[in-house]
Each structure stands twice: as structure tokens, then as C-alpha cells.
């Protein structure tokens, strides 16, 4: 592609100027390939570079070494997929530009594909999201705080309702751990509960040792002044700041995740959630972006697969 497409590209501020831009099957292909070789294409099976495009076959290439050939869309999210680059690239503008995200079913009506079609497209874009999101552990001041993603018993039918299930349970209710850097980036991780033993090997994995750890008095914290500086706020005696220390925006971000939840999603299952988080946790990363440089950030990461049956579970 022409470098001044490429540069239309980081003004594409809303869905017009992109369907504007990817016009068609060719100026998408030339885009994807530009975004994932930079110039210098490589074979997707054995890595070497004695690549030679095939004539007659736009966009087709050919390895001198293995003599496979492949296209720019192989070894992606896209592979193996009847629908128009276009259209994936339409979602992907879609997923990465609606603050509180967009339902499977808003989805398909705006790319004029089925549910299960668009459901499948933005599980695969969630997947390929999660590849810029976890890429290096955060360090300086970090808020850490749970949220729980699941209904309230008392907003539930009758014959619904779920025993014992109020406060921290976890009979119809799923915590996730955020882990936030004041002003910086955000890691959204699933867990299996809140104790300690889940929590702490989370914070080890997404924090670096000897930052500053700012949390409510929650049990499964304790112990972190090990590894770290651990300020804790007493939020059950009312202590909510402490000098420049807070949990204020972490527990902002968890305004905008629960209206997803609520006014959005609706519902998401244990099985799916960590690719959710992982689809919010890319959202606010990017949110001081240009819409069209988020968009093309976040093709930087479609070089993965995942097939309908690895997302399903029946392989």
C-alpha cells in the first residue's frame, strides 16, 4: 500500500473513514501485509525471507526454501474466514472505539453478518487484544482492588435465586483482580477466588518487585510488604485517601466495567470472561489514542489463531 494510505489510516476517526479507506479486498490486503512484515515479508512456515510473489495471485507468496505458499491473512485472526477483511476491520474499529464495548448482536447488525458470526469475530479480536495488553509488568504506584461479575440474588427470579450466595460468594459470582498504575496502565485478571494464594502470585506475575502496592484492608493483600511497598487504606473506618495514595481511579474503571457488564454484555460466562477483561484492559490502555491509532495499534497483535472449536471447547 501507498504510504499516504497508511497515513489516511491514523485519521480514521469513525467507521466511514475506515470502510473509505479499505475499500477493498486489495488496499486490505496491502495494509495487513505492510502491518505484519513492515516491508519485509517472511514465510509463515519457516521463518526464512526467500519469499517471491506469485504472478497472477494478488497478494500470494511463495517460499523459495519449504516452496509453500501463503497469503498476508495466514497464520492470523482472519484465516480461514469467509468474511471480507473489511468487515473484520470494521469490527475491530467497532470493539476498540466503544467505551463500554459492543454486544454480539449490535455487532452483526451493523456488519450485516449473523450473532453467532459477530460473536465469533469479537471473541477472536479479544484474543488477538490480549497480546499488547500483558507485554511488560507494571511498576511505580499500583491501585489493586476485586470486583465480582455476576447478577444479584435479590434482582433474580424466584425459582433462580441462589442460597447463601450473598457477600463474596462465589456460587454465582466470578472476582476479577485489577491491577492499575495511577495514570498508566490497567491488568484485569480473572480469579478463581479472593484469598491469598490466588491473589498474591497475580501481583507478582503483573508487578514489579518494590513498587508501591495501594489497597483496601481485604485479607489476601497481606503479606505483599514482602516484595513491596504496601500502603493500606482502611476503607471500613472510612479512610479513602491517604496523602497522595488512593484506589479512586481503579474503582472509577470499575464504573465503566460494570455498565458494560450491565448495559452491554449483560452477561458473561466464567469460561469467556478473562478475554472480556482482556478487551476493556486494551480500551482504557489506549484511551489517550486517536481512534485511528488505536486501530492500527491493535493490528499488531492479530498474528494468532484461534478456531470455533478452541473457543468452544470442542476439540
Known sequence: MALTNLIEV????NLLD????????????????SKRW???????????????????????????????QFSAIKGTIFENSPIHLQKWFMAIFLITTHKKGISSIQLANSLGVTQKTAWFMAQRIRYALKVKSFDKKLDGVIQCDETFVGGKNKNRHAHKKVPNSQGRSFKDKTPVLGMLHTGGDLR??????????????????HIKEGSIIVSDEWHGYNGLDKKFLHVVLDHQQKEFVRGAFHTNSIEGFWGIFKRGVIGVYHYMSRKHLQRYCDEFSYRYNSRQLPNGVRFE????????RLTYKELTGKV
Open 18 to 33: 475506515i470502510a473509505e479507506t479499505f475499500r477493498d479486498k486489495n488496499v486490505c490486503l496491502d495494509y495487513l501485509a
Open 297 to 304: 495499534n491493535s493490528l499488531e497483535g492479530v498474528n494468532c
Open 38 to 68: 513492515h516491508g519485509s515479508v517472511y514465510c509463515v512456515f519457516c521463518g526464512c525471507n526467500n519469499i517471491y510473489t506469485l504472478k497472477g495471485k494478488y497478494s500470494r507468496y511463495k517460499c523459495g526454501d519449504c516452496r509453500k
Open 188 to 205: 484485569l485478571v480473572v480469579m478463581p477466588d479472593t484469598a491469598s494464594a490466588s491473589i498474591q502470585p497475580s501481583v507478582k506475575e
Open 10 to 13: 491514523m485519521h480514521c476517526n
